[in-house]
Structures are given as C-alpha cells and as structure tokens.
C-alpha cells in the first residue's frame, strides 16, 4: 500500500526520499526498499504516518456514487489531475467531476462515462471533465468537456439523446454544442 503512495527517488542508501503523488517529499532514515518487489519495509511507522498524512488531504477519499466513468482502455503512460494532485493511472481507473486526463507520448486512452458517452484520446492530449450530470430519473444533465491540447474521438451519450441542450465541447477557441454526432478534434499547441 505504501509502495503505491510513494515513489522511490534516491539511490539505495540508509537515508531515502521519495517523492509522492501529491508532490511533497519525505525524506526518512534506516528503513530498507527492496528493488525487486517495490515493497517498503519499516522499522519504526512514523514515516509511513507522514506519508499519508501528507498524501490523503490531495487525494481524499470520494463516495463511489460520484463517479462519472472510467479509463476503459490504456496504452502508454497516462495520469489524472485530481484535487490538485497528478495520479497515475491503470485502465478501469474511476473518473469524477474535475478530473484533469493526460496521456502521456507515446499514450492513448479510452473514457467511458455513465452515460456512454466515449472519448479516446491520443497520445500527448489532456481533458478536463468539467460538469457532469446525469440523473435521468430527475431530469438533470450536464455535460462540459473542455479539450485543451492532442487528438481526441467523441461519440455522443445518452445526455446528448436526452438533453442535447445540456452538453457542451470547449477547445481553446471554441465552445461547440453537441447535438448528437460523433467528433474528431485535433489542437495543436
């Protein structure tokens, strides 16, 4: 659990530091790594402490009702910006409103989100899951996806069916409604 907070940075010395996802470094003295299985070993749980209670604040927990989609497919290197905090992530990483996806170069990601609608994004590309809503026993939608930079593939979901009036599509020099429809956008930097 540890090795999954925390990163190893310096060379296999008594003194470690590691760097975490929330971009605060610890530093601790006379505890072991072991190379081959990223499992940290300790001999006093201080250090552990501070990780975490340096780590959780970023990445505080969320109600799994929250979530609005998931990484479906991953090739490459890919991460979220949750809560000010970079994430790496797996394919089947949950997504939640706010979240920031980048992938990497090389990379490609595939977003599914609760509605169906589906996103794939090529390598080098971030997206930021603005507003989402989709509450169709209340009549509530809401969907802002704003593609800051690469290539993405947008095929509508049910919201747009539902609402078409409730999504929108922002780049950075322009706001496009969606009316049901299946998009390729590329912005270059």
């Known amino acids: 659990m540890v090795a999954g907070i925390c990163q190893k940075r310096s060379a296999k010395i008594r003194q470690k530091q590691w760097q975490t996802q929330c971009h605060a470094t610890i530093v601790s003295f006379g505890y072991f790594f072991e190379e081959s299985g990223a499992t940290l070993r300790y001999k006093q749980c201080g250090t552990f402490l501070l ?12 109600d799994s009702s929250d979530i609005i989609g998931h990484v479906q497919h991953l ?7 949750r809560d000010s905090a970079v994430v790496a992530i797996t ?3 949950a997504l939640y409103p706010g979240d920031v996806v980048r992938t990497g ?11 169906d609608t589906t996103i794939s994004l090529g ?3 971030e997206i930021a ?17 704003k593609m800051v930079k690469g290539t993405f593939a947008y095929v509508t979901g049910q919201i747009v ?5 409730s999504a929108q599509v922002q ?7 969606v009316r049901g429809t299946k998009l390729l956008i590329q912005i270059e930097e």
């Open 75 to 81: 090739t490459g290197t890919a991460s979220i910006v």
């Open 171 to 177: 780049t950075p020099d322009a706001t496009i409604a």
């Open 51 to 62: 990780a975490v209670l340096v780590c959780v604040p970023a990445m505080a927990a969320r």
């Open 129 to 145: 899951l603005n507003d989402y809503v989709f509450q169709p026993k209340d009549g509530k939608f809401a969907l802002a996806l």
């Open 105 to 115: 170069k090389p990379g490609a990601a595939g977003v599914v989100l609760t509605d």
């Open 161 to 165: 069916k539902l609402s078409p009036e």
């Open 91 to 93: 394919a089947g990483a």
């Open 123 to 125: 390598s080098g590309s």
